[in-house]
């Protein structure tokens, strides 16, 4: 009885584990000119993932000086059923080595450095549809609305001359959302689903709440294994 409990759990904990998120990253240098990559986002607020929102980004690399990095993007709002409506008002990224200053043009001309976004925390920066604060958070009511795209550049500025740059974490930031209940904003985390220059990988990050149960069911399974390779002791004859 105790050996089905254990293997139970090892199944929920192991079954559990394609739902991890994954925080991807690319490297870009001289040599990927006119290379793209894709990123594909989610959606999801401090309570969970939301059913239907997401967004997609192709970014080019259309230049390179010593310091700076110009890529072109290419936004599509792809948030479907039960989504009824919503608006991607940004999108950003960190960067390394850090950039000193950052402009962009087409759909999203606004620019933000250092700032908080809400569910994912400070970073290096970020382009929006409007407001002229220096916040990530949003602003405005520009950006691309459910089935629509937009499209720009942008110039990432560096106080030294660089050889590659590298960019990581990437988010969008969702406003004016229906069809979701009483959420009406909310932020989408990035995985890169294809590259046709730069290098790129994805490190696996536990979603919360996830840590726990896989190592419980590592654990069970760790368990079961001792006890079924565990050497048998005679009885010392009588």
Same mark, same amino acid.
């Given at each position: 009885?105790?050996? &089905?409990?254990?293997?139970?759990?090892?199944?929920?904990?192991? +079954?559990?584990?394609?739902?991890?998120?994954?925080?991807? !990253?690319?490297?870009?240098?001289?040599?990927?000119?006119?290379? $793209?990559? +894709?990123?594909?986002?989610?959606?999801? @607020?401090?309570?969970? +993932?939301?059913?239907?929102?997401?967004?997609?980004?192709?970014? %080019?690399?259309?230049? %390179? @000086?010593?310091?700076?990095?110009?890529? *072109?993007?290419?936004?599509?709002?792809?948030?479907?059923?039960?989504?009824? =409506?919503?608006?991607?008002?940004?999108?950003?990224?960190?960067?390394?080595? %850090?950039?000193?200053?950052?402009?962009? @043009?087409?759909?999203?001309?606004?620019?933000?450095?250092?700032?908080?976004? /809400?569910?994912?925390?400070? !970073?290096?920066?970020?382009?929006?549809?409007?407001?002229?604060?220096? $916040?990530?958070?949003? =602003?405005?009511? #520009?950006?691309?609305?459910?089935?629509?795209?937009?499209?720009?550049?942008?110039?990432?500025?560096?106080?030294?001359?660089? @050889?590659?740059?590298?960019?990581?974490?990437?988010?969008? &930031?969702?406003? *004016?959302?229906?069809?979701? #209940?009483?959420? %009406?904003?909310?932020?989408?985390?990035?995985?890169?689903?294809?590259?046709?220059?730069? $290098?790129?990988?994805?490190? /696996?990050?536990?979603?919360?709440?996830?840590?726990?149960?896989?190592?419980? #069911?590592?654990?069970?399974?760790?368990? &079961?294994? *001792? &006890?079924?390779?565990?050497?048998?002791?005679?009885?010392?004859?009588?």
């Amino acid at each position: 009885m105790k050996n &089905r409990i254990l293997t139970a759990l090892a199944a929920a904990a192991l +079954t559990a584990l394609p739902g991890l998120a994954h925080a991807d !990253v690319i490297t870009l240098g001289s040599s990927d000119l006119n290379k $793209s990559f +894709t990123v594909d986002y989610n959606g999801y @607020t401090g309570s969970g +993932t939301i059913d239907g929102l997401a967004s997609q980004i192709v970014f %080019t690399l259309t230049g %390179t @000086t010593a310091n700076s990095y110009t890529l *072109s993007y290419a936004v599509s709002n792809t948030s479907a059923s039960p989504i009824t =409506g919503s608006r991607v008002s940004g999108f950003g990224f960190n960067t390394d080595p %850090t950039i000193s200053g950052a402009s962009s @043009t087409g759909t999203y001309s606004v620019t933000a450095l250092n700032s908080n976004v /809400p569910n994912v925390g400070t !970073v290096d920066v970020c382009f929006k549809g409007g407001g002229g604060t220096n $916040s990530c958070a949003g =602003g405005g009511g #520009g950006g691309v609305n459910l089935g629509d795209s937009g499209s720009g550049t942008l110039t990432l500025s560096f106080a030294s001359p660089v @050889t590659s740059l590298t960019l990581s974490d990437f988010f969008t &930031r969702y406003q *004016s959302i229906s069809g979701a #209940g009483s959420t %009406t904003s909310a932020v989408g985390s990035g995985t890169i689903s294809s590259s046709s220059g730069g $290098s790129s990988g994805g490190t /696996p990050v536990p979603e919360p709440g996830m840590i726990g149960l896989f190592a419980l #069911g590592v654990g069970a399974l760790m368990l &079961r294994r *001792s &006890r079924k390779t565990a050497p048998v002791r005679q009885l010392a004859a009588a």
